[in-house]
């Protein structure tokens, strides 16, 4: 192999995000390409293909963690990440190292030659190298937007998950529901088992898996879940599961294990899984920045919550638990998210703004983010605005109340600025 181009995965990092013109380019010829001059064989384990709009994260780490209890080995393809640049390539529930990334990327580089790659199809390419040498049990890959035509749909994926489906990604995938479900319905394939965990299901699915021959599972048809307060179930027309409750925050998150369970069940025959391995795994997955609690007194909740659905079932989070106190929200989001419609689910339950700008051009300005706060009926004494996201932190930790929590969102920036400034300041439960 030639000399890396570059030591650290710092500076391979730093190049890429100059290397491509476009930070996103659909398409899949030039990633495909590249992968056939590093690999001209596929994986011989599964592959499971999650897309959808929320909850791909936490399907994934769902079933990493079932096959995981199992005992069989894992690898996860992940986006974005929330610390560290690890964090989206995993072995066996770990993160790789840097060294396994950079020799990966230098692989990528000379296989790549003259074909420009973005960011994201870089690292694609590198999770699918670094994959290729470990030849794991399951490959686990989560899409990184729509699915038709992302760098992860080079791969055949044996069985696929469609999570949510609402709007998000609008200027590349489409403006309606059912532009998006066509989009993300591009990672089935024909004869080929599909679950759905998303009851309200675009007809473009169902239309894509019909002409494909495609087995499609739905959440409320073929399968079904129920919680109780202590427990909750999980059936079919000839199972029937009683199962603990999950370490996952949130209601929705049943919906997710839900559709993991279904995935799980239909590849039963290829990767046994015993009711104990599902029971523990269910139990020991966990997720960061998913309603996680950084500290108490006062509570500090973070949310990668970032469009309107996600900031829904935040709302909905946020009124299950019972709290005397005000809620201060720290907020900073994309500009190319649809900041209105998403800010409108959660208004009513945020007492007082905190309004920052994320550490990325894609950033929405703070001013146009307070003037749709003050659009959604809140007064401006109740709206604070900063230069940035450390400088809102110290201020809210010095007007906030023991009985006060904080609640960051909007973002994964938003999520992961916070995150490494109280893990600095050692502030993390």
Not at 190 to 195: E, Q, R
């Amino acid at each position: 192999m030639n000399k890396p181009r570059f030591e650290t995965l710092e500076g391979w990092l730093s190049w890429q995000e100059t290397l491509h013109p476009n930070e996103i380019e659909l398409g899949l010829v030039r990633v495909a390409e590249v992968f056939e001059r590093l690999h001209s064989q596929r994986f011989t384990c599964p592959v499971i293909t999650v897309a959808g709009t929320n909850g791909k994260g936490s399907s994934i780490r769902l079933l990493e963690s079932i096959y995981l209890a199992c005992g069989y080995t894992t690898a996860s393809y992940t986006s974005p990440h929330l610390l560290h640049y690890n964090e989206r390539i995993r072995l066996n529930g770990v993160s790789v190292s840097d060294d396994e990334i950079v020799t990966a990327f230098q692989r990528v580089d000379t296989a790549r030659a003259e074909i420009s790659l973005t960011y994201f199809e870089f690292g694609t390419l590198a999770a699918l190298d670094i994959f290729m040498q470990q030849q794991p049990d399951v490959v686990l890959l989560e899409v990184g937007l729509g699915g038709r035509l992302d760098a992860v749909n080079i791969i055949d994926a044996d069985i696929a998950l469609i999570t949510s489906i609402s709007l998000d990604h609008t200027s590349w995938l489409g403006h309606d529901r059912e532009s998006i479900g066509y989009e993300k319905a591009g990672i089935l394939r024909a004869g080929k088992s599909a679950v759905c965990s998303e009851p309200d299901i675009p007809e473009s699915i169902l239309q894509h898996a019909q002409q494909l021959g495609a087995s499609l599972h739905q959440i409320e048809k073929e399968y079904h879940y129920q919680l109780d307060e202590n427990q909750w179930y999980w059936q079919t027309n000839s199972t029937n599961r009683i199962l603990p409750l999950l370490t996952l925050s949130g209601q929705h998150q049943y919906q997710n294990a839900a559709g993991v369970i279904m995935v799980v069940q239909l590849l039963q025959s290829e990767l046994p899984v015993t009711e104990r391995g599902l029971e523990t795994g269910l139990k020991n997955a966990q997720l960061a920045g998913r309603y996680q609690k950084l500290s108490h007194n006062p509570d500090w909740i973070v949310d990668v919550a970032h469009n309107p659905d996600g900031l829904q079932k935040l709302a909905q989070n946020l009124t299950r638990e019972t709290h005397n106190g005000r809620t201060l929200g720290l907020v900073g989001m994309l500009a190319d998210k649809d900041i209105a419609t998403a800010l409108a689910e959660i208004c009513k339950y945020i007492d007082e703004w905190h309004i920052v700008p994320l550490p990325t051009s894609r950033s929405a300005s703070v001013v146009d983010l307070e003037l749709l706060v003050e659009n959604l009926g809140i007064k401006p004494s109740y709206i604070h605005v900063y230069e940035t996201i450390s400088e809102a932190k110290k201020a809210i930790e010095k007007l906030a109340l023991e009985t006060d929590r904080i609640v960051v969102f909007g973002s994964f920036y938003t999520v992961s600025e916070v995150m490494k400034l109280a893990q600095q300041a050692d502030q993390i439960i």
